[in-house]
């Protein structure tokens, strides 16, 4: 049983079309998180959820959307993509707000190309 | 301006010896850190952590050293393992906030 699983793994589509990514936890954790891995291969934490409240937005521009629907679920949305978009998104959660120390559970990636 | 930095990108390691990854951070107010393991197309796992209250926390095979004064902890594998080949990401939060990841060290552990 995937306790993380996000979807697409890959997605390659075009310079200004708008995409969105799927996440999904079976863990029962009420925080959720997404991550960008850039190619310089640096973790950095875009969005954080607790029982649906945002509780973490870093600085990323506002064409990137989080949407969690219920505790078990948060999407990312990104409209008009550009070029340094592309990059490797992993989603995770852990049980309670500090996620600093309580362990998070990832994902298994999506790498979004754009071309 | 990265607070979390593992300067070594590669280490190669012959199995049954010890491998020792480091990493380094600048803010003074983190206060728990964490190692993660990551196999190739899949996310980070959590290995072991540590508190800033603890210089040392030792679990199986992974054992974790802090060193407040350097800024600096590490991560020893005693023995290694084939299986241990994986990139290992050191990250570091403050009063349990959001998590500051470095770069990550790939290890490659040789038969």
């Known amino acids: 049983d995937t306790a993380v699983s996000q979807t697409p793994k890959y997605l390659v589509t075009q310079m200004g079309n708008d995409k969105s990514i799927k996440c999904e936890q079976n863990l029962g954790h009420d925080t959720m998180y997404w991550y960008k891995q850039d190619s310089k291969k640096f973790l950095k934490i875009m969005f954080s959820y607790n029982n649906k409240e945002l509780i973490i937005n870093e600085t990323v521009p506002n064409r990137f959307s989080p949407k969690s629907p219920d505790k078990a679920h948060l999407n990312l949305h990104i409209n008009s993509l550009e070029l340094g978009d592309s990059a490797v998104y992993f989603c995770?959660?852990?049980?309670?707000?500090?996620?600093?120390?309580?362990?998070?559970?990832f994902g298994d990636g999506t790498r979004l190309s754009i071309l | 301006d990265q607070q979390v930095k593992q300067n070594s990108p590669s280490l190669s390691v012959q199995e049954g010896r010890i491998s020792i990854l480091n990493c380094d951070y600048t803010n003074s107010m983190f206060d728990y850190f964490l190692w993660y393991k990551k196999y190739p197309a899949e996310g980070p796992t959590f290995l072991i952590s540590?508190?800033?209250?603890?210089d040392k926390n030792e679990d199986g095979r992974f054992t974790v050293f802090l060193n407040k004064s350097a800024k600096h902890l590490s991560l020893h594998i005693v023995p290694s393992q084939p299986g241990d080949s994986a990139v290992y990401f050191c990250?570091?939060?403050?009063?349990?906030?959001?998590?500051?990841f470095g770069q990550g060290t790939e290890l490659s552990v040789k038969p």
């Open positions: 995770a959660s852990s049980q309670g707000r500090l996620g600093g120390i309580q362990p998070q559970h």
């Open positions: 990250a570091a939060s403050e009063s349990g906030g959001k998590l500051i």
């Open positions: 540590i508190s800033s209250i603890k």
